[in-house]
Nanobody, 115 residues
Framework: QVQLVESGGGLVQAGGSLRLSCAAS????????MGWYRQAPGKQRELVATMTSGGSRTYADSVKGRFTISRDNAKNTVFLQMNSLRPEDTAVYYCNLEIATYIYWGQGTQVTVSS
């Protein structure tokens, strides 16, 4: 089994910053990618950022230049540094882990940006 534990969400004013963390544990081997998705009320879950084991990064257009994804491979942890936050970034943020053909999700952490 694989467990993902997220932390770092909260309430912040527009223009502020937050840093999300997600630590993976359990039967972890051959990680393809780790990343973050988000889901706002009434909307579908969407990609925020992912990072492959080789270091390739993908960002949603809406967060490019504001968010940065990074990984600590030794600790199987992925981070999301979120700067210049906007009210439209308000959502539940989910950690995502791809191992071979399996996809695992964290429980989600709420990020609320007030205007």
């Amino acid at each position: 089994q694989v467990q993902l534990v997220e932390s770092g969400g909260g309430l912040v004013q527009a223009g502020g910053s937050l840093r999300l963390s997600c630590a993976a544990s359990g039967s972890i081997f051959s990680i393809n990618a780790m990343g973050w998705y988000r889901q706002a009320p009434g909307k579908q879950r969407e990609l925020v950022a992912t990072m492959t084991s080789g270091g390739s990064r993908t960002y949603a257009d809406s967060v490019k230049g504001r968010f940065t994804i990074s990984r600590d491979n030794a600790k199987n942890t992925v981070f999301l540094q979120m700067n210049s936050l906007r009210p439209e970034d308000t959502a539940v943020y989910y950690c995502n882990l791809e191992i071979a053909t399996y996809i695992y999700w964290g429980q989600g952490t709420q990020v609320t940006v007030s205007s």
